[in-house]
């Protein structure tokens, strides 16, 4: 029984390390092709398309990268931001209207006086009056509400002095859409995993049964038990079913086989101890089997 479970930590801590090297290759992919930006782009058009279904689709474009410049959101001061929260959305499309945000002008007037026109007609006449306004509230709340958190005075505020169909709309189609961007992304995600998992489990011919096999035989220390010495002389179409299920392994990911080794590992000194009362209960000891010369230890049918 230890054996078996020995293989299987073995087997567990390879996929463990493979899987992570897929994670790393997956994170590099998606960050250098600013996948989560661009899907956050998309969904602050489609609010914005919402707050002005007549917005044409350049102004709308322009507003929501100048959205993840603003220096609450971006990454590294350049990069596009990969999260934003609803206030900060509704505090951040104010301050370019009003032409007050951080970091010098981020709209062309043409974009700005599109979205001004847009604020006005969702009953916004004047965005930095009603930005002052949300501001000066804060405060006051602060002051009257010290236990209250930043995020939930910044909500009361903006519901309280910023009330008006542009605030509701945003209300009402932020986590709806922001939710929808979330699965998009993640099933885009878990494509490059897949394929990712594919690339390792291919380029290292990890053919999960011959791993298995040589596990079971002892050589689970040397590297040739997942990296073949001679790669191409080794290849052949046999391994192909193996490695297409390393791959579908490694796709599960890396917190899954993390899980699995603490798992198995923990049940190893569950066993040991009962396979040691096992033993003391038919009066055999780990020097017994020394002195004997044996390798394997007697079944209850042996003498």
């Not at 579908?248 to 009962?274: C, E, I, Q, T």
């Amino acid at each position: 029984m230890l054996k078996s479970l020995d293989i299987l930590i073995g087997f567990s801590g390879i996929m463990l390390l493979l899987s992570v090297a897929v994670a790393v290759l997956t994170q590099f992919l998606t960050g250098s092709l600013e996948w989560r930006a661009r899907h956050l782009v998309k969904g602050i058009i489609t609010i914005l398309n919402q707050i002005d279904p007549k917005m044409s689709p350049f102004c709308a474009r322009q507003i929501a990268k100048a959205v993840l410049r603003h220096p609450l959101v971006a990454r590294d001061g350049r990069k596009l931001g990969t999260v934003i929260q609803r206030e900060e959305l509704t505090q951040i499309l104010l301050e370019l209207a009003a032409e007050i945000e951080p970091g010098g002008k981020a709209l062309d007037e043409y974009a700005r006086s599109t979205l001004k026109r847009a604020l006005g007609a969702s009953g916004v006449a004047n965005p930095a009056e009603v930005l002052e306004q949300i501001h000066l509230y804060g405060l006051k709340l602060e002051a009257l509400h010290p236990e209250l958190s930043a995020a939930l005075r910044h909500t009361m505020a903006t519901g309280t002095e910023g009330a008006s169909r542009f605030v509701g709309r945003i209300h009402a189609t932020f986590d709806p859409t922001m939710d929808r961007i979330t699965q998009r992304f993640a099933r885009r995600a878990r494509a490059v995993t897949l394929s990712m998992a594919v690339l390792v489990a291919a380029g290292l011919q990890l053919d999960a049964f011959s791993v298995l096999r040589r596990l079971s035989e002892g050589h689970g220390s040397n590297a040739y038990a997942i990296l073949p010495a001679d790669w191409r002389l080794e290849w052949n179409s046999s391994k192909i079913p193996g490695i297409a299920f390393s791959a579908m392994l490694l796709s599960l990911g890396a917190p899954f086989w993390y899980n699995a080794v603490k798992d198995v590992a923990g049940l190893r000194p569950v066993l040991a101890r009962r396979e040691q009362a096992a033993d003391a209960g038919r009066g055999l000891t780990g020097n017994d089997y020394i002195r004997a010369g044996a390798t394997d230890r007697p079944g209850p049918d042996q003498p």
